[in-house]
């Protein structure tokens, strides 16, 4: 079946890091692909989609590119903020509305 | 719109007991989905509505378990009896397959814990 696997957390940076959050899935179609954001105590928000290969998703300086050839959707932001200290979860959708997630990975920027 | 909301948003009950889970989805939304995240297993997609009519119950646990959807503006999810594993929290969202291409809006969750 489909899966969507992502970067182990816990990820720690410092204010203005570089990020990369690594996303790798598998699936027979052609899938949309997502990154949604949980600040803490709060339930999931979108943050960016593709939905077709080499499409670029892109929200609040965070980016991610739909590479068909790699299976990958990579979440990067150039410069991280404190603000950012979320939780990040990769999913797919294949035609139906089912999302399938990632495992979620935990960022925390520290001042 | 006031976005997805649920109720309440926290339960703390005693083993055995019957626990009720509400969710009231965007209006508009033709899908509704019930989720659940804990630490040990992330986040499971228990079941899923299109037009009130359950498509995929596959993730429900068990059948201590039940949801309905009686109307496009409600949904419940009843644990009966109620045991401590259920302890985690349990996410609503909803969807529109015109509107929004299949975007899931989520609700800020209950959080359960059972004694």
């Known amino acids: 079946g489909d899966s969507v696997t992502q970067m182990e957390g816990p990820v720690t940076l410092s204010e203005e890091a570089f990020l990369t959050i690594n996303c790798t899935y598998t699936?027979?179609?052609?899938?949309?692909l997502f990154w949604y954001v949980q600040y803490p105590g709060e339930g999931l928000q979108l943050l960016l989609k593709?939905?077709?290969?080499?499409d670029k998703g892109s929200n609040k300086g965070f980016e991610a590119t739909y590479r068909k050839e790699t299976t990958s959707f990579h979440l990067e932001k150039g410069s991280v903020q404190v603000s950012d200290s979320a939780v990040y979860f990769c999913a797919l959708s294949q035609g139906a509305q089912k999302l399938v997630f990632g495992q979620g990975t935990r960022l925390t920027i520290n001042p | 719109d006031a976005g997805v909301i649920q109720s309440p948003r926290h339960e703390v009950t005693e083993m055995g007991q019957e626990v009720t889970l509400r969710c009231k989805p965007i209006?508009?939304?033709?899908?509704l989905f019930w989720y659940r995240q804990t630490m040990m297993r992330g986040l499971e997609l228990l079941i899923y509505?299109?037009?009130?009519?359950?498509?995929?119950d596959s993730g429900m646990p068990e059948d201590r378990f039940s949801a309905k959807m009686p109307n496009a503006s409600f949904s419940t999810l009843k644990i009966q009896p109620s045991e401590p594993r259920d302890s985690a929290v349990y996410f609503c969202a909803s969807s529109s397959r015109t509107e929004t291409k299949n975007i899931q809006y989520f609700g800020a969750g209950t959080r359960l814990s059972v004694l």
């Open positions: 593709a939905t077709k290969a080499d």
């Open positions: 209006s508009g939304h033709n899908s």
């Open positions: 509505f299109n037009n009130n009519v359950p498509i995929d």
């Open positions: 699936a027979t179609g052609y899938p949309s």
